[in-house]
């Protein structure tokens, strides 16, 4: 019996290309080859299947060339690579991978916090550019973590973590604001108080961006936002690109009229602002929040999973678009 067809649109852990060529025949891109949206479309003609990260576009130009497709399975808990109305449309089943990721990415978006804050990366360079001569009193003086107004702006499973860490850990008094309230027992637990938008600019000492990109959370931090928030305030993004306006961010950096970023996520990735390259006060990094190899591989096994549980045994684990199972 000839086995089902799927694509992996990018390179992935070895052991996952034998696991999956138990139950599929497998075209891999293991040399990782940058293929155009065409060169995608073109190699999906007689797949079933497919495996994506957050970086492949699918869409109805790439759908209308796969006319056999019936799954696709990102490997990331964003989904705002897929187009899926479109896919919906076209009986394509999408899923991504939840949960597996929540506390790496809680522990990262800390880490870029904490860097951020105490200007980790700066005064990096500064010493390995042979600048350090001697101690002074107000060398790289940062802002202080614990005991300070922690803001969550989206308050899913991964903004949750985050409000533990800081509560629990560092003492902070957490805010959050979201599209809905959670539970009081969630809120308890997270020791996190609702407030508005605009409150939780204007009070948080450091502000972190957790929310899902859309176009209607496109530009939710812009230059009249920054304009809300305290000059001695820190912005982090782990969330996505274009959830903030990163041209007036650069801007309120340079001016200082915020006091640092930090940034895992840009508008246009792997492209970046070129003035944001320029403020010393940003720690930029290559969206990695969920860069260790245990949770790498456990989402890279759940896209698998989706891929088997739903062409092999007809159950996805984590649909998206469930309905067109029905
Ligand atoms: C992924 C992410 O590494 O899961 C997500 O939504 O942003 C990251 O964890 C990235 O999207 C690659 O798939």
């Known amino acids: ?181 959670l539970a009081p027992e969630l809120e308890a637990e997270c020791k996190a108080r609702y407030v508005g938008k605009e409150e939780l600019l204007r009070t948080a000492d450091h502000l972190v961006l957790v929310l899902p990109y859309s176009p209607s959370s496109h530009h939710a931090i812009g230059a009249a936002e920054l304009a809300l928030m305290k000059p001695t305030a820190n912005l982090i993004n782990i969330a996505r690109g274009g959830i903030v306006d990163d041209a007036a961010l650069a801007a309120a950096l340079r001016d200082k009229r915020i006091a640092a970023a930090g940034l895992d996520v840009f508008e246009g990735e792997p492209k970046i602002h070129p003035d944001l390259l320029t403020v010393p006060n940003v720690v930029l990094t290559p969206h990695i929040a969920s860069a260790t190899v245990p949770t790498r591989k456990a989402m890279a096994n759940l896209a698998a999973d989706n891929l088997i549980g739903f062409l092999v045994h007809g159950k996805p684990l984590t649909p998206l678009n469930p309905e067109v199972l029905k």
């Open 1 to 181: 019996m000839t086995k089902p067809r799927i694509l992996m649109a990018r390179a992935v852990f070895p052991e996952l290309i034998t696991r999956l060529e138990q139950h599929f025949e497998v075209e891999h891109n293991q040399a990782d080859e940058a293929w155009t949206t065409q060169q995608l479309a073109a190699k999906l003609h007689d797949k079933v299947g497919l495996f994506t990260t957050g970086s492949e576009r699918i869409d109805e130009q790439v759908l209308a060339a796969a006319p056999k497709l019936k799954i696709c399975a990102n490997m990331a808990v964003g989904y705002n690579n897929f187009d899926l109305p479109a896919m919906t449309a076209r009986k394509v089943l999408a899923t991504n991978s939840p949960d597996v990721l929540t506390e790496t990415t809680a522990d990262f978006g800390f880490a870029l916090l904490m860097a951020t804050a105490r200007r980790v990366t700066e005064s990096e360079h500064y010493l390995r550019a042979g600048k350090w001569q001697r101690w002074s009193y107000d060398m790289f003086s940062g802002s202080d973590v614990h005991g300070s107004t922690l803001g969550i702006l989206g308050m899913g499973r991964i903004g949750q973590g985050i409000a533990r860490r800081g509560a629990h850990g560092f003492g902070m008094d957490v805010i959050y604001h979201n599209r809905s309230r």
